[in-house]
């Protein structure tokens, strides 16, 4: 199923769910969303992406599971002296153009790693050099790269092609969200928070629990793009890994893609 969608308000208004019921938001319709109950991946939704190689680690279907509980886990993991990692996809199930996209997220501690909730264009033109709109963008939502980091460990990035087949065209970063935590100390991996990214024509609004975090107005991209949410041990970072705590992995409670009500 394929959706033009459109919306062009904050997004910033907090989601209502009563019990046992769809869950709501004032101003906005639900399109798309999976709250991963029962006890295994709904495969009417999600598919494996990329599964194998990738870099010196693997991409496995077994680093990916639901708990039973309504979360899904994508585990880090070593077998046979290789890193597991696991991601999924909407690829050929759901795209979407415009909305609300977010997803409740607790990520995992270690360095070593990212987790990400991220888009990719449906039908990429590599041809549209300096035009996202017609090239689609890589949505990076929201990347988290372990707790302790300088950085602060978290970054939202557009990523649309530039001239060169290597070189591309960049929004976005790494920031220091703490300021936005209950509690000082606290990391992004301690407990579960809700990322989001409203895109429309004229920019992409980037929020954490429904707190503004970056506004761009670069890189637009106008055409279907699908969801992906990973965790993977790229080879610049494995080395920071600390192996003897495996299997660690990224807990998601839902994603959700909401349309704009109205014109």
Not at 14 to 40: I, K, N, Y
Not at 77 to 91: F, V, W
Not at 193 to 211: C, L, N, Q, R, T
Request: charged share 25%; hydrophobic share 35%.
């Amino acid at each position: 199923m394929k959706l033009i969608l459109c919306g062009v308000a904050l997004a910033v208004a907090p989601f209502l769910m009563a019990e046992d019921a769809a869950p709501t938001r004032p101003g906005w319709d639900l399109v798309w969303h999976d709250e991963f109950d029962g006890p295994t991946l709904d495969m009417s939704k999600w598919n494996y992406r990329q599964l194998g190689p990738r870099e010196s680690a693997l991409i496995s279907k077994d680093s990916v599971s639901l708990d039973g509980q309504g979360h899904l886990l994508l585990t880090v993991k070593e077998q046979d002296g290789k890193m597991l990692n696991g991601m999924i996809g909407t690829q050929g199930k759901f795209s979407a153009t415009y909305g609300l996209f977010e997803a409740r997220i607790q990520f995992p501690r270690m360095q070593g790693q990212h987790g990400s909730f991220w888009m990719q264009p449906d039908k990429p033109d590599a041809n549209a050099v300096d035009n996202p709109a017609a090239s689609g963008a890589e949505i990076d939502v929201i990347e988290f790269f372990g707790a302790g980091r300088k950085d602060g460990g978290t970054a939202s990035n557009i990523y649309w092609p530039g001239p060169g087949d290597k070189k591309k065209n960049h929004a976005g970063g790494t920031k220091d969200f703490h300021s936005l935590l209950k509690k000082r100390g606290w990391e992004w991996s301690d407990d579960y928070h809700a990322y989001a990214v409203e895109w429309s024509p004229e920019e992409y609004i980037f929020s954490i629990d429904g707190k503004v975090t970056y506004r761009i107005k670069e890189g637009i991209s106008q055409t279907p793009q699908y969801m992906i949410l990973s965790l993977l041990t790229a080879d610049w970072e494995v080395k920071r890994l600390e192996k003897s705590k495996l299997p660690n992995a990224m807990k998601v409670d839902w994603v959700r893609v909401w349309k704009k009500k109205g014109p």
